[in-house]
Structure formats: structure tokens, C-alpha cells
Nanobody, 123 residues
């Protein structure tokens, strides 16, 4: 089970930290990813982090503003979001991919999903 938290309303230029709490499986063996879906749009992979070496991959739309991290002992994945823009408004999901090496932002590769948390960026 994956449960996201930390979403909310924030002004442009503001910051948020999303958390994804993992239960029911050993997170150590999974690549973890964050995705988002805006109204009327498809699901976009924005950041992922590998299980073996902690390497990360970011979408160009968030590179330099968002940071993904993981704490396997605490079974939590984080997404730190800075300099938020109205275009970042979406439902944000975390997901787990059974993969021992590297990570990928393709949502079709992921096996387990959370229910999502709403992020709204508006003044």
C-alpha cells in the first residue's frame, strides 16, 4: 500500500513537500516514482529514484525545482517541490516498480500506486 500526503494550496513561487508512506512490501527492491495528472491530461512521470544506488531521473518540466528522495528504513519517499508554478497544479501520485537497477518515468512500468494527493498552485 502506498499513501501520499502533503498536498495542498500554495502560492506561485512557494514550496511543498510530498510524502509517500509504503507498507506491505520491502521498498528496498523497488524503484520509486512520482507522477502527476492534471485535469484533461495524461499521467506524467516527473521523478524517479532507483533502489540500488539512489540515482534519479527528472522530467524536464521539473528539473532544477523538484527533488526526489527515499528513506528505506522509514519506508517513505519524498518529493520536495520548490518554485511552484500554476502549471504544476495536478493530482500527484507515488508508485513502485519492481526493479533492482536504475529507474524510469514511464508510468506503464509501475506495479503499485497510491491514491494521489492534490496540489494546487494559485494566488
Amino acid at each position: 500500500q502506498l499513501v501520499e500526503s502533503g498536498g495542498g494550496l500554495v502560492q506561485p513561487g512557494g514550496s511543498l513537500r510530498l510524502s509517500c508512506s509504503v507498507s506491505g512490501f520491502t521498498m528496498d527492491h523497488f524503484a520509486m516514482g512520482w507522477f502527476r495528472q492534471a485535469p484533461g491530461k495524461g499521467r506524467e512521470g516527473i521523478a524517479c529514484i532507483a533502489s540500488d544506488d539512489g540515482s534519479t531521473v527528472y522530467a524536464e518540466t521539473v528539473k532544477g525545482r523538484f527533488t526526489i528522495s527515499r528513506d528505506n528504513a522509514d519506508k517513505t519517499v519524498y518529493l520536495h517541490m520548490n518554485n511552484l508554478e500554476p502549471g504544476d497544479t495536478a493530482v500527484y501520485f507515488c508508485a513502485a516498480d519492481i526493479r533492482l537497477i536504475s529507474c524510469d518515468n514511464d508510468p506503464n512500468l509501475y506495479d503499485y500506486w497510491g491514491q494521489g494527493t492534490q496540489v494546487t498552485v494559485a494566488s
